[in-house]
């Protein structure tokens, strides 16, 4: 069922029909955690107050919840620009590694640099490691496969965790998804983590997509998910271990991550990312979100592409590594 529906979405001539296509931006919340939530919003991290959150889960796929964008712009804009320009250099695994074709480490900076070959390597990254990094040949992860995780991302997660009722998460391992227009993922399911009890968080940015959820085999029949840009997925419990891909980009209905007229960028919210590394960072940070000009590169960039943060966990609550 599941390969048969992927076949469905992914198909060009004739398109699919999204009449079944399940869009949680036209949906009002049922469920409303923000009452009940454990921790207050720190927007630090680009997320709205969570009082404002349309959050949604599925009777028959326990332990899903859909969190329909909590970003703000400049919010989703500080997360494409880290996913692009920062999560792309070491100490993170790239599939360009086994390439050869970055000189310096730094692709981001070579693809804007390299007028002849710059937009083909720009074409060529798939994904980013982060954290324990994902052996993609055995699954297993090894603590000598293991960089710091980026405290900004671990921040957010811990917020967003929390909030959905799993206050004791702890980002360990990360895979950044770079989708072009014509990417597909093949349906999968994630379980080389040690710690299955605890949540899978999946953010996304720029271009929308088609999300098939199913279920612990492949004989289910999935459910189609429309993801635009700022969604957050998480799957835990039951869902945590069922099978999921993603048949089809699609163009994004609106540029969700464009500042708003009256939007304010605040010190605020850079400032707790001191989390972060190296203030020279937060600098040009503070002018690429906000001026036009200096916007521009990762504006052409996610125009035509989608990222995905997939957030885990490895290890069993209270230990430290494996
Ligand atoms: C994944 O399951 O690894 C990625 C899903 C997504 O891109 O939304």
């Not at 899903?64 to 400049?74: G, K, Q, R």
């Amino acid at each position: 069922m599941l390969k048969e529906t992927f076949k469905y979405y992914k198909r060009k001539c004739p398109p699919p029909s999204l009449k079944e296509l399940i869009d949680f931006s036209s949906k009002d919340s049922t469920e409303n955690y923000a009452t009940s939530c454990l921790g207050q919003i720190n927007n630090s991290v680009g997320l709205t107050p969570s009082s404002e959150w349309k959050i949604f889960q599925l009777e028959d796929k326990p332990g899903f919840i859909f969190i329909s964008n909590p970003f703000t712009s400049i919010g989703q804009r500080y997360w494409i620009c880290r996913c692009v320009k920062h999560y792309t250099r070491k100490p993170n695994r790239l599939n360009l590694d086994v390439h050869g074709d970055i000189k310096d480490g730094d692709w981001w900076t070579q693809c804007q640099n390299d007028y002849e070959q710059g937009s083909k390597l720009m074409e060529k990254l798939r994904w980013a490691t982060l954290g324990y990094h994902h052996n993609w040949d055995t699954k297993v992860y090894k603590e000598s496969d293991r960089d710091p995780f980026p405290e900004d991302l671990a921040a957010l997660s811990k917020q967003v965790a929390s909030i959905v009722g799993f206050p004791q998460f702890s980002a360990e391992a990360a895979i950044v998804n770079y989708y072009h227009m014509d990417s597909t993922l093949s349906c999968h399911t994630d379980h080389s983590e040690l710690n299955l009890d605890a949540p899978l968080l999946s953010y996304s940015f720029g271009q929308s997509a088609i999300f098939l959820l199913g279920g612990r085999s492949k004989e289910e029949k999935p459910l189609a998910i429309r993801i635009d840009s700022g969604d957050i997925v998480i799957m835990s419990g039951e869902s945590r271990h069922y099978y999921h891909g993603i048949p089809l980009i699609m163009p994004a209905k609106q540029s969700s991550w464009n500042l708003k007229a009256n939007e304010e960028f605040s010190d605020e919210f850079l400032r707790p990312i001191s989390l972060m590394e190296n203030p020279e960072i937060l600098d040009s940070m503070h002018q690429e979100l906000q001026n036009d000009k200096l916007w521009e590169p990762f504006e052409k960039y996610i125009s035509t592409s989608r990222i995905n943060m997939n957030v885990r966990q490895v290890l069993p609550f209270g230990q430290s590594s494996l």
